[in-house]
């Protein structure tokens, strides 16, 4: 399986990104989808995730109300809409297959940086 981030960047607070997955070498449409971060110095943790059919988003309270999770089984994509960005949301950002909240594949990727200044 290959998974690709893209779409980070340094942004200011307050302020919004989009991150996008593509994803190949597998059936896209057979999995739940879902974010996870690492954020420096700390363990990856979990951010959001979608159902196969772009049902039944679930957000970790972190996040909740300010991240939108989203597919396109069409285009085998996941993104990841960040709107008022906080300093604590600075992390190395992941996609993945999920099922329990857990990633998986043991392949990650490279991820994409979001810094978000304050």
């Known amino acids: 399986v290959q998974l690709q981030a893209s779409g980070g960047g340094l942004v200011q607070a307050g302020g919004s990104l989009r991150l996008s997955c593509t994803s190949s070498?597998?059936?896209?449409?057979?999995?739940?989808m879902a974010w996870f971060r690492q954020p420096p110095g700390k363990e990856r943790e979990f951010v959001a995730r979608i159902g196969r059919n772009g049902v039944a988003p679930y957000y970790a309270d972190s996040v909740k109300g300010r991240f939108t999770i989203s597919r396109s089984n069409l285009q085998n994509t996941l993104y990841l809409q960040m709107n008022s960005l906080k300093p604590e949301d600075t992390a190395v950002y992941y996609c993945n297959a999920e099922a329990g909240l857990v990633a998986v594949y043991d392949y990650w990727g490279q991820g994409t940086q979001v810094t978000v200044s304050s």
């Open positions: 070498g597998h059936t896209f449409t057979s999995y739940n």
